[in-house]
């Protein structure tokens, strides 16, 4: 067994990988629980996904469940997609149902994966691409190269749709509006901001506000919470999954428009 061998099949592997999904039909960015439903229901719908998520492990705010204890609760509104990742649940008080945070995260990367979608973790996205008023496609570069602020130029992966799943600070979304100068679809025109803690608010406002911003954008889970002023919600996760939902098929009915 030649080192250089194992080198070569992983850069040969990636670099196919990358080719192959250079151009697609949906980037979502963000692996946390709306994206990655969304990814899973997408790519499930035959449409070519791919993630691009920061952080070495994707699962965004799954993990910790409520400051480190890794315990999620999540509603009967979103049994179902529980059910569909083979998610474990207990019921609780209040009809409110229990699951392990591990085991939510896990089942959420490797049931979008093996849908089909494409996830590239520890790439950011820095910027998008803009066509005649639209959105079409990121701008993406090696985390390790933002955090160190290294002076390199990045890539494009062309999309004919983006979601932005980046949670809190709904990032896609800002560029867009910063850096393009454009009306969003929102009261304000630009990002109106996330409000403090209202679970049960936080919860309905975060499905109601998954939608498309822009031509070719859209925001689900935090993000879609944070550009219309949504309440935050903390540790359940019933909205986000549905977000996840929700935004899926409005993508796919979009792009077979
Ligand atoms: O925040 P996050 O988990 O997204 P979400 O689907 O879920 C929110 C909940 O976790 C939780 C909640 C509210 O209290 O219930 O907060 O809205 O995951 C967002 C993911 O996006 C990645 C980030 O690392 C995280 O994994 N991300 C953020 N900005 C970028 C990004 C970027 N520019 N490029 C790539 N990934």
Same mark, same amino acid.
């Not at 990045?154 to 454009?182: F, M, N, Y």
């Given at each position: 067994m030649k080192e250089e061998t194992i080198s070569r099949i992983i850069v040969e592997r990636y670099g196919i990988k990358l080719q192959k999904n250079l151009e697609t039909d949906v980037v979502i960015v963000g692996a946390g629980p709306s994206g990655l439903v969304a990814a899973h229901d997408l790519a499930r719908r035959g449409r070519r996904v791919v993630i691009v998520e920061?952080?070495?492990? %994707?699962g965004g705010g799954i993990w910790g469940g409520g400051m480190l204890f890794n315990e999620i609760v999540v509603q009967e509104e979103a049994l179902d997609v529980l059910k569909d990742f083979d998610v474990r649940a207990d019921r609780t008080e209040e009809g409110l149902y229990a699951c392990d945070a591990v085991e939510l995260a896990a089942a959420l990367i490797l049931g979008a994966v093996q849908a089909g979608a494409c996830l590239l973790n520890?790439?950011?996205?820095e910027d998008v691409v803009m066509r005649d008023n639209r959105v079409c496609g990121v701008v993406i570069q090696w985390t390790p190269v933002e955090l160190a602020k290294m002076h390199v130029d990045p890539l494009v992966i062309r999309s004919r749709a983006v979601l932005d799943?980046?949670?809190?600070?709904c990032e896609v979304v800002s560029i867009v509006a910063h850096k393009a100068g454009v009306r969003l679809d929102t009261p304000t025109g630009g990002v109106v901001g996330e409000r403090p803690m209202w679970a049960e608010r936080g919860e309905q406002s975060t499905v109601e506000h998954?939608?498309? /911003? /822009? %031509?070719?954008l859209y925001a689900s889970g935090m993000a879609a919470n944070n550009v219309m002023g949504g309440f935050r919600m903390g540790p359940i996760f019933g909205g986000m999954l549905r977000s996840g939902r929700r935004v899926a098929e409005m993508i796919d009915h979009d792009l077979a428009g």
């Amino acid at each position: 067994m030649k080192e250089e061998t194992i080198s070569r099949i992983i850069v040969e592997r990636y670099g196919i990988k990358l080719q192959k999904n250079l151009e697609t039909d949906v980037v979502i960015v963000g692996a946390g629980p709306s994206g990655l439903v969304a990814a899973h229901d997408l790519a499930r719908r035959g449409r070519r996904v791919v993630i691009v998520e920061r952080k070495l492990a %994707p699962g965004g705010g799954i993990w910790g469940g409520g400051m480190l204890f890794n315990e999620i609760v999540v509603q009967e509104e979103a049994l179902d997609v529980l059910k569909d990742f083979d998610v474990r649940a207990d019921r609780t008080e209040e009809g409110l149902y229990a699951c392990d945070a591990v085991e939510l995260a896990a089942a959420l990367i490797l049931g979008a994966v093996q849908a089909g979608a494409c996830l590239l973790n520890g790439v950011s996205c820095e910027d998008v691409v803009m066509r005649d008023n639209r959105v079409c496609g990121v701008v993406i570069q090696w985390t390790p190269v933002e955090l160190a602020k290294m002076h390199v130029d990045p890539l494009v992966i062309r999309s004919r749709a983006v979601l932005d799943g980046t949670g809190h600070p709904c990032e896609v979304v800002s560029i867009v509006a910063h850096k393009a100068g454009v009306r969003l679809d929102t009261p304000t025109g630009g990002v109106v901001g996330e409000r403090p803690m209202w679970a049960e608010r936080g919860e309905q406002s975060t499905v109601e506000h998954t939608r498309a /911003y /822009y %031509p070719g954008l859209y925001a689900s889970g935090m993000a879609a919470n944070n550009v219309m002023g949504g309440f935050r919600m903390g540790p359940i996760f019933g909205g986000m999954l549905r977000s996840g939902r929700r935004v899926a098929e409005m993508i796919d009915h979009d792009l077979a428009g």
